[in-house]
């Protein structure tokens, strides 16, 4: 799973550096890591971890809805990961988020962005499993004897 899948890493590590809102969504399991890093004086950065959306425009409406305080989105950033999650962390793109939030200063986001991570790989392996033990699954083809 983790071939080639055309995803230029330098333009993605670009995306993180640069991104006002990273979604990075993981199709394999169907969750979305969204950071926003946007604060205010009452709200530092926001990282969540949800189900992922039709469209931008509905995760868009989505991050407005969870964060009215903020002004509209100028820019949304999404990275279709199609790769194992450890494959951020091999990539170094896991660590370019973790400076990013880092240099903010704000504890509670670096707290919640090593959170997301520890999530993530738990959300992969029980999809993984399930694909092992056929539970939310179903055989298209039957072997026929």
């Given at each position: 799973?983790d071939?080639?899948y055309?995803?230029?890493?330098?333009?993605?590590?670009?995306?993180?550096?640069?991104?006002?809102?990273?979604?990075?969504?993981?199709?394999?399991?169907?969750?979305?890591?969204?950071?926003?890093?946007?604060?205010?004086?009452?709200?530092?950065?926001?990282?969540?971890?949800?189900?992922?959306?039709?469209?931008?425009?509905?995760?868009?409406?989505?991050i407005?809805?969870?964060?009215?305080?903020?002004?509209?989105?100028?820019?949304?950033?999404?990275?279709?990961?199609?790769?194992?999650?450890?494959?951020?962390?091999?990539?170094?793109?896991?660590?370019r988020?973790?400076?990013?939030?880092?240099?903010?200063?704000?504890?509670?986001?670096?707290?919640?962005?090593?959170?997301?991570?520890t999530?993530?790989?738990?959300?992969?392996?029980?999809?993984?499993?399930?694909?092992?033990?056929?539970?939310?699954?179903?055989?298209?083809?039957?072997?026929?004897?």
């Amino acid at each position: 799973m983790d071939e080639d899948y055309g995803l230029d890493m330098q333009d993605v590590l670009t995306s993180v550096d640069k991104a006002e809102v990273l979604s990075i969504f993981f199709p394999t399991f169907r969750k979305s890591l969204i950071v926003d890093t946007r604060t205010n004086e009452s709200q530092g950065p926001m990282i969540r971890i949800m189900p992922m959306v039709a469209s931008p425009q509905e995760r868009m409406r989505a991050i407005r809805r969870m964060r009215p305080g903020f002004p509209r989105l100028r820019n949304l950033t999404v990275v279709p990961w199609p790769r194992y999650v450890d494959s951020l962390v091999n990539l170094g793109i896991w660590q370019r988020i973790v400076d990013r939030m880092e240099s903010g200063g704000d504890t509670k986001a670096l707290a919640n962005i090593r959170e997301a991570m520890t999530d993530l790989k738990r959300m992969e392996r029980e999809e993984l499993a399930s694909v092992v033990s056929g539970e939310n699954y179903h055989t298209i083809w039957s072997a026929s004897r």
